[in-house]
């Protein structure tokens, strides 16, 4: 064991080092340790007390033991600026549904950690940049678990802006659409097994997804022809087939709406959905060509249909979160509406 070097024998080595012999499991790349602001050492120094430490020992022995460099005294984070690229806007909005929150709910003014403004920045740099909760934590001066609060009511005051499907359409309706487009996404994340029974009798995982092969939940999505989102559903299990999760949450109410002249277009994992929904003719069995009528027609529909895969790039793309879910997979929909809304405002879609 070797105590630090006096001023004496190597002035450059002032700072509390030692220097301890330990296992081959500890890195020789020790030796390259970045100094902390206040170690009063070169780096120079402190490489040529570790050589003549171990320099001269035989290939055996520098094998069974390396040198760890061990620092008694406070270590400093570093402090920097960053950059949250969100308009201001969008902060203000988001803080403003907040206060309107704490306003129902009687919360005294001043009895929250941080203001209304401040926890609508928490939770966009949660949104924008999929921030830990323990860093939201630290960089904003509150506890862990008040992080998590500030994140669920963020979620939950944009979710309830978000508009139904009936609403949807009929403004698109009001803005002369010719169709809509219909979609449907797995957004993954973090799930233990949990055994379901499907269809077909058999014994399944609920929440994995056999065409993700991952994790996730069903969003379904309906899309203006540009591929701008309209509307996002409640959240299925990843095990739902896009079909099935259709029916229970756009198939009622995009069949009026079909019926009014603003049909609904889909790929063909949606076959079956009915009058409307338009999707892709199959190929005829026995490997026989479609006529020239059927093979334009599924060029043309798939040449709009298309567009609809800007509708979710555009929210996962924006909104990084979105790329994996670590909260509970129920809260998956309610999170995907209030992306949905921070995008309508982006867009200027809401005011």
């Not at 004496?8 to 220097?19: C, G, N, Q």
């Amino acid at each position: 064991m070797l105590m630090p070097v006096p001023p004496s024998r190597d002035s450059r080595a002032t700072s509390s080092l030692r220097i301890d012999q330990q296992p081959a499991t500890t890195s020789a790349l020790v030796t390259k340790w970045v100094k902390p602001t206040n170690i009063n050492c070169r780096e120079t120094g402190l490489r040529s007390l570790v050589t003549n430490n171990c320099g001269h020992r035989s290939r055996e022995q520098n094998q069974r033991s390396h040198p760890k460099i061990t620092f008694y005294g406070r270590l400093h984070v570093i402090a920097y600026r960053a950059t949250l690229d969100v308009p201001r806007e969008v902060a203000w909005f988001l803080a403003k549904l907040l206060a309107a929150e704490r306003q129902r709910r009687g919360t005294p003014r001043g009895s929250r950690a941080l203001t209304c403004f401040w926890q609508a920045v928490l939770g966009l740099r949660w949104f924008r940049d999929r921030t830990a909760a323990d860093a939201l934590a630290r960089d904003h001066g509150i506890s862990r678990a008040t992080a998590y609060r500030y994140l669920d009511e963020v979620v939950i005051v944009l979710a309830e802006q978000a508009p139904d499907l009936r609403e949807a359409l009929e403004r698109a309706e009001d803005k002369g659409f010719s169709h809509v487009i219909l979609d449907g996404k797995i957004i993954p994340c973090d799930r233990c097994k949990e055994p379901a029974v499907s269809v077909r009798g058999e014994v399944i995982d609920l929440w994995y997804s056999g065409k993700a092969h991952a994790h996730g939940g069903n969003v379904q999505a309906v899309l203006a022809p540009d591929g701008f989102p309209l509307w996002v559903s409640q959240v299925e299990p990843g095990s739902v087939h896009d079909i099935t999760a259709a029916r229970a949450h756009a198939l009622p109410a995009l069949y009026p709406a079909a019926a009014a002249g603003l049909p609904a277009l889909a790929d063909p994992g949606y076959e079956g959905a009915g009058i409307g929904i338009l999707i892709p003719v199959k190929q005829p069995p026995g490997g026989r060509e479609p006529d020239v009528n059927t093979r334009t027609r599924n060029a043309l529909q798939r040449s709009l249909r298309c567009l609809g895969e800007r509708g979710f790039a555009l929210l996962t793309g924006r909104w990084r979160t979105l790329h994996h879910i670590t909260a509970s997979p129920s809260k998956i929909g309610d999170i995907a509406r209030a992306a949905l809304v921070l995008t309508h405002f982006e867009h200027g879609y809401i005011t």
